[in-house]
C-alpha cells in the first residue's frame, strides 16, 4: 500500500492544486480506513487521522506533502528534518501559524552571489532572489534610478567565487536650480534634454537652460533653468501736473504760496513686459491714451525785502505800545539783534527757527514770509509776555542758554 501511495504521489505531483487536495483527502481517508499510523512520504513524519492541515513544502527542487497536526511552520520543518542554515529563507517564517486546510511552506536556499558595483566588489551569502534585495543584504544603497541586473557566474577564476553576479549601473546625481529652487535628481541618460525629460522638469517655449540641452550629462553638475515670461499689460498711470511758479514783489521774499492746486492727469498704457525667474527685465509701450488731462499748479514766491532797520523802527514802536521802553526796548534790541538781526526772512539752518523772534518749531508763525514785519513782532512780543513776562527776563534766559 505504501508503495503504491508513492507512486501516486510521483505521478500526481503536477496535478492542479485542487486536484491535489481532493486527491490527498481521498488518500488520507484510505489510511484512516486501514488504520495506518506511519508517515504517507518518506521522512513526511507522522500522519494523523483528525488532522485537517495540508502541508506542501518546497525545498531544494522537491516537492513535499503531509499530513500534520504541527502548529508553526518551524514545526513541520524539524518534524521532517530538514536543516536550515542562517543564511537560508523560509517563507512564510518559522513562527508563522499554520491554518486548516492547505498550506504552502518554501525553502530557499543561500548560494554565494558577488555584487559588482563600478570597481568593488562583494561577495556575500543570501538566498534573495530579486536583486535590490540581494544588493541590500550585502549592504550597498541603491536608488530608484540605478539599473540592476543579475547573472551566472561563468568566470569562476576571474570572478573569485561560483553562484550569481549582481552588477549595478548606477545614475549619475545631479540638480536642477529652476522656480527658486534646487532639487536633485539621478538620471541613467546622456544628455541635459533626456535627463530633465526623465526627472519630470518641464519647460515653457522661451525658457533658457544652461548648460544646452544637448550638453552630456555629468556627476554632480547643476542645471540652471531661466523661465523666460512675456505677457501684455494695460495699466492706469498718472500724469503729473505742470508747475507754473510767479514771482510777487508784495510778498517778503522766501515767502511761498499756492494760488492754483491743479490735478494730475491720467492715462491708459499698454505694455509688453518680459519676466525672467518673475523678475521685469524689460517692457516696451504698445498703446497710450490720454484719460484726463491734467490741470496746471500754480506757486507764488515773494521777492519783497523788509530793510532790517525798517523793522527795528517797527519793533520800536510796538514795544513801546506796551510799555517796554528804556531798559526793556535794550533788552529786546539785544535779543533779537543776537537771534536774527531783524530779518523777517531768517531761517536758522540747524534749529529751523524762522522769522524776528526765530519762532521754533515755525509752524508757530501762520504763514512765516507772508506775515507782516508787524504780524511776527506782535507773535515775538506776546510770546515774550507769556512766558518771561518781560523782554529783561527773556534776555537775562537767552545769555545762560543762548535762547529763549
Known amino acids: 500500500m505504501r508503495e503504491r501511495l508513492k507512486v501516486w504521489h510521483t ?20 489510511i484512516t480506513s486501514y488504520g495506518l499510523s506511519s508517515g504517507i512520504f518518506a521522512g513526511s513524519g507522522r500522519a494523523f487521522a483528525d488532522s485537517n492541515k495540508i502541508v506542501s513544502l518546497y525545498v531544494d527542487g522537491d516537492k513535499r506533502v503531509v499530513s500534520t497536526d504541527a502548529a508553526t511552520v518551524g514545526d513541520v520543518i524539524t518534524r521532517l528534518g530538514v536543516k536550515v542554515a542562517d543564511e537560508d529563507l523560509v517563507e512564510p517564517s518559522a513562527s508563522t501559524h499554520i491554518p486548516q486546510g492547505f498550506f504552502n511552506i518554501n525553502i530557499y536556499r543561500a548560494r554565494p552571489v558577488v555584487v559588482i558595483d563600478g570597481q568593488t566588489q562583494t561577495h556575500i551569502r543570501t538566498a534573495f532572489q530579486s536583486p535590490r534585495l540581494i544588493v541590500s543584504a550585502a549592504g550597498l544603497t541603491t536608488y530608484p534610478e540605478d539599473v540592476l541586473s543579475s547573472d551566472v557566474i561563468t568566470n569562476f577564476v576571474g570572478q573569485g567565487t561560483v553562484g550569481q553576479s549582481v552588477s549595478i549601473t548606477r545614475a549619475k546625481p545631479f540638480s536642477v536650480q529652476a522656480d527658486g529652487k534646487v532639487a536633485s535628481h539621478r538620471t541613467q541618460s546622456s544628455t541635459i534634454a533626456e535627463a530633465l525629460a526623465d526627472a519630470g522638469v518641464s519647460l515653457g517655449q522661451k525658457d533658457t537652460v544652461q548648460p544646452a540641452l544637448t550638453a552630456d550629462v555629468t556627476p554632480g553638475m547643476r542645471v540652471v533653468i531661466t523661465r523666460v515670461t512675456e505677457v501684455d499689460v494695460t495699466v492706469d498711470e498718472s500724469i ?17 504760496s499756492v494760488r492754483e492746486a491743479g490735478s494730475d492727469g491720467k492715462r491708459k498704457v499698454t505694455y509688453h513686459i518680459n519676466y525672467q525667474n518673475g523678475v521685469e527685465t524689460g517692457r516696451k509701450t504698445l498703446a497710450s491714451q490720454v484719460v484726463t488731462e491734467p490741470v496746471g499748479r500754480v506757486e507764488v514766491v515773494g521777492t519783497k525785502i523788509i530793510d532790517p532797520n525798517q523793522a527795528v523802527v517797527i519793533a520800536a514802536g510796538l514795544a513801546g505800545d506796551r510799555g517796554w521802553i528804556d531798559g526793556q526796548w535794550d533788552a529786546l534790541y539785544s535779543l533779537w539783534s543776537h537771534e536774527s538781526n531783524f530779518n523777517a526772512t531768517s531761517v536758522n539752518a540747524s534749529s529751523g527757527a524762522c522769522g524776528i523772534p526765530q519762532a521754533y518749531p515755525c509752524s508757530k508763525l501762520p504763514g512765516f514770509s507772508p506775515m507782516s514785519v508787524e504780524a511776527q513782532v506782535n507773535w515775538g512780543l506776546d510770546y515774550i509776555a507769556k512766558r518771561y513776562g518781560t523782554p529783561a527776563s527773556a534776555w537775562a534766559y537767552w545769555q545762560s542758554h543762548h535762547s529763549y
Open 11 to 30: 505521478r500526481f505531483a503536477n496535478w492542479p492544486f485542487r486536484m491535489q487536495f481532493i486527491l490527498a483527502t481521498l488518500i488520507i481517508t484510505t
Open 240 to 256: 503729473a501736473r505742470p508747475v507754473k511758479t510767479v514771482r510777487d514783489g508784495t510778498l517778503l521774499r522766501g515767502a511761498h
